[in-house]
């Protein structure tokens, strides 16, 4: 019997790319089994609710949960279900690998970082938050804890002790932010005496994003607070062709939730033109993380080379094929 998990489609774009990432994980041969459940719009559609209790209950009974991009309404409500989620099952560890395809539209070769992002706390806890009737102040308060901080940065830098990685760098802005951010770093410096085998530096949030564009490759794993790790992230992205490459992990104690971090593109939504690339390598990250790791590189050696021959790619990668043929072509290399 293979490993058990939940498939959220999504919205949008959601569906078209998650059945390629089925019939590509399929492929695999590992006797996986689904537990389809709803998410976003659609829930909302069928279901009158954005989260229903079905979809929650069967991401903490499964394995792990693989998720296509949800649209959250404006209106009421809470901000977002991606945000709603990871507090719901305190997924505190968020990790965005950006990494070079050769092929796709870059400014840079042999690109490798990893993000690790705060999940959980920071100014995306939003606690406190409040607007005067006339709408001229608007509050919100900013909440970095010790122990949200600690479990972080060991997260991190587990992470690149598992992944053969050299150096971790904190990102921060303790320069002004003298006490929430100022606190991050003073933990993460802390931590890092713990793990001597690895190399440890900081930096400010203003002068990281300028030092990834201009030399990217002096970083190796990033760990950073919930708002500067969602800005941080997409930059990456950006170094490596854009979201249609970045695929995205949610970690808790208990729960792992991989997705693809870019939004629903209601636009090309039913085209079949889609790039499944960023859920293609959150199913790989996946795989990893149940121990799959043979499966998971087949994957992103299947990806690579189908980028590199220019075979059946989607529009955004360069090509003229749509989904299902660009599927085509990477299930005939693993």
């Given at each position: 019997m293979g490993h058990k998990l939940t498939i959220v489609p999504g919205d949008g774009i959601g569906p078209e790319i998650m059945q390629a990432t089925v019939r590509m994980l399929d492929a695999l041969g590992l006797g996986l089994d689904y537990d389809y459940q709803k998410a976003g719009l659609v829930a909302l559609e069928d279901e009158g609710e954005l989260l229903p209790a079905d979809t929650l209950a069967s991401i903490e009974r499964t394995e792990a949960t693989l998720k296509g991009p949800l649209t959250t309404p404006i209106g009421g409500g809470f901000s977002s279900i991606n945000v709603e989620?990871?507090?719901?099952?305190?997924?505190?560890?968020?990790?965005?690998?950006?990494?070079?395809?050769?092929?796709t539209a870059s400014r840079y070769s042999n690109i490798d970082i990893i993000t690790v992002r705060e999940n959980t706390e920071g100014a995306y806890l939003a606690a406190g938050?409040?607007?005067?009737?006339?709408?001229?102040?608007?509050?919100?308060?900013?909440?970095?804890?010790?122990?949200?901080?600690?479990?972080?940065?060991?997260?991190?830098?587990?992470?690149a002790r598992r992944e053969g990685r050299k150096k971790v760098t904190?990102?921060?802005?303790?320069?002004?932010?003298?006490?929430?951010?100022?606190?991050?770093?003073?933990?993460?410096?802390?931590?890092?005496?713990?793990?001597?085998?690895?190399?440890?530096?900081?930096?400010?949030?203003?002068?990281?994003?300028?030092?990834?564009?201009?030399?990217?490759?002096?970083?190796?794993?990033?760990?950073?607070?919930?708002?500067?790790?969602?800005?941080?992230?997409?930059?990456?992205?950006?170094?490596?062709?854009?979201?249609?490459?970045?695929?995205?992990?949610?970690?808790?104690?208990?729960?792992?939730?991989?997705?693809?971090?870019?939004?629903?593109?209601?636009?090309?939504?039913?085209?079949?033109?889609?790039?499944?690339?960023?859920?293609?390598?959150?199913?790989?990250?996946?795989?990893?993380?149940?121990?799959?790791?043979?499966?998971?590189?087949?994957v992103r050696d299947a990806i690579r080379q189908t980028i590199s021959a220019h075979d059946r790619l989607t529009p955004d990668l360069g090509g003229q094929s749509g989904t299902d043929a660009f599927t085509d072509s990477l299930i005939s290399r693993l």
């Open positions: 989620l990871r507090r719901h099952f305190d997924l505190y560890g968020n990790l965005r690998p950006a990494v070079s395809f050769p092929g938050q409040t607007i005067d009737k006339e709408k001229t102040i608007a509050e919100s308060k900013m909440v970095i804890t010790r122990a949200g901080s600690e479990r972080i940065a060991r997260f991190a830098f587990d992470v904190a990102v921060h802005k303790a320069n002004i932010l003298k006490t929430t951010s100022g606190l991050f770093l003073d933990v993460t410096r802390e931590v890092a005496q713990d793990y001597p085998d690895i190399e440890f530096n900081d930096l400010i949030v203003d002068n990281t994003c300028m030092q990834l564009v201009m030399n990217p490759h002096q970083f190796d794993v990033i760990v950073t607070t919930n708002l500067f790790g969602d800005i941080l992230s997409d930059l990456c992205a950006g170094l490596v062709g854009g979201l249609g490459m970045a695929p995205g992990a949610n970690i808790g104690t208990e729960t792992a939730i991989f997705e693809a971090v870019h939004g629903s593109a209601p636009d090309i939504a039913g085209k079949n033109i889609a790039n499944p690339c960023a859920l293609m390598l959150a199913a790989a990250m996946m795989l990893s993380h149940l121990g799959q790791e043979d499966a998971a590189r087949r």
